[in-house]
């Protein structure tokens, strides 16, 4: 089970951190991802990060401005979101792959329920 947390309303400029606790799994084992959706939109890929988080990924539209890191000890990855512009208002999704270090979202097994986090201009 994911749960995404930290959400919320922030001015363009401003920062926010997302949460994803994660239980019921050996959360080392799995690679780990953000993606978003806006209304009207189609999922799209954020960040992801490899078991260890010596690795990561992002897409070009967040990249310098988002990092996602994680805590295995804590079973918990983080995606910290700074300069956030009104484009980045969606609904953020965590997910859990076990197969593959991925942006695509096919590959991810397992989601959580999504946090709003709206960036007013």
């Known amino acids: 089970q994911l749960q995404a947390s930290g959400g919320g309303l922030v001015q363009a400029g401003g920062s926010l951190r997302l949460s994803c606790a994660a239980s019921?799994?050996?959360?080392?084992?799995?690679?780990m991802g953000w993606f978003r959706q806006a209304p009207g939109k189609e999922r799209e890929f954020v960040a992801a990060i490899s078991r260890s988080g010596a690795s990561t990924l992002y897409a070009d539209s967040v990249k310098g401005r988002f990092t996602i890191s994680r805590d295995n000890a804590k079973n918990t990855v983080y995606l910290q979101m700074n300069s956030l512009k009104p484009e980045d208002s969606s609904v953020y999704y965590c997910a859990a792959s076990f197969r593959m270090f991925t942006m695509q979202s096919r590959e991810y097994d397992d989601w959580g329920q999504g946090t709003l986090v709206t960036v007013s201009s």
């Open positions: 019921g799994r050996t959360f080392s084992n799995y690679f």
